[in-house]
T-cell receptor, first 115, second 110 residues
Framework: GAVVSQHPSRVICKSGTSVKIECRSL??????MFWYRQFPKQSLMLMAT?????????EQGVEKDKFLINHASLTLSTLTVTSAHPEDSSFYIC???????????FGSGTRLTVV | RKEVEQDPGPFNVPEGATVAFNCTYS??????FFWYRQDCRKEPKLLMS???SGNEDGRFTAQLNRASQYISLLIRDSKLSDSATYLC???????????FGQGTTLQVKP
């Protein structure tokens, strides 16, 4: 149980285009999802907290107009990287908490390459 | 100072060895603690939660010292399949956010 499905797993796009990444909780309701980014040989950095039915909360230094988050239902959150640039190339991972004691479950990640 | 600090390693150990990883965190109000395992180019997977009394799961033992703000992970009888990056993760409050350490890379060799 507690599966989060993330798509696509890998995407290559041209500079200036937008990319949408989806995360779905398959067997539980996720009122809150978290979006992380991980650059090579670095740790996961929280970008934003996605709340169902309300605006996302962004971490300091993350441009909310560039990284659009929509959490329209209890099972789906999307991250759209708008006007992507090569420096946006990274590993993007979503996460949701399914139990307060046993931690969080993560999507399988999306490797974005902007050329 | 980073909120969660780990020695990035790498730790190169032979099969069967015992290896310990340490982690410190800066927020004394942190409420829950975890060790995650991340394989190359994959998502993190929960290895174990860490409790104040210490806890063990097979070959893995986790300890928490709140006074020193220190977390440890001990792996006994290392297997080749233990090779991965081990992430120390802290939940600093009730927001649900997780703060990740840089990770410690373990390479178990035959």
């Amino acid at each position: 149980g507690a599966v989060v499905s993330q798509h696509p797993s890998r995407v290559i796009c041209k500079s200036g285009t937008s990319v949408k990444i989806e995360c779905r909780s398959l067997d539980f309701q996720a009122t809150t999802m978290f979006w992380y980014r991980q650059f090579p040989k670095q740790s996961l950095m929280l970008m934003a907290t996605s709340n169902e039915g309300s605006k996302a909360t962004y971490e300091q230094g993350v441009e909310k107009d560039k990284f659009l988050i929509n959490h329209a239902s209890l099972t789906l959150s999307t991250l759209t990287v708008t006007s992507a640039h090569p420096e946006d190339s990274s590993f993007y991972i979503c996460s949701a908490r399914w139990d307060p004691y046993y931690g969080y479950t993560f999507g399988s990640g999306t490797r974005l390459t902007v050329v | 100072r980073k909120e969660v600090e780990q020695d990035p390693g790498p730790f190169n150990v032979p099969e069967g060895a015992t290896v310990a990883f340490n982690c410190t965190y800066s927020n004394s109000a942190s409420q829950s603690f975890f060790w995650y395992r991340q394989d190359c180019r994959k998502e993190p997977k929960l290895l174990m939660s860490v409790y104040s009394s210490g806890n063990e799961d097979g070959r893995f033992t986790a300890q928490l010292n709140r006074a020193s703000q220190y977390i440890s992970l001990l792996i006994r009888d290392s297997k080749l399949s233990d090779s991965a990056t081990y992430l120390c993760v802290v939940n600093p409050g009730n927001t649900g956010k997780l703060i990740f350490g840089q990770g410690t890379t373990l390479q178990v060799k035959p």
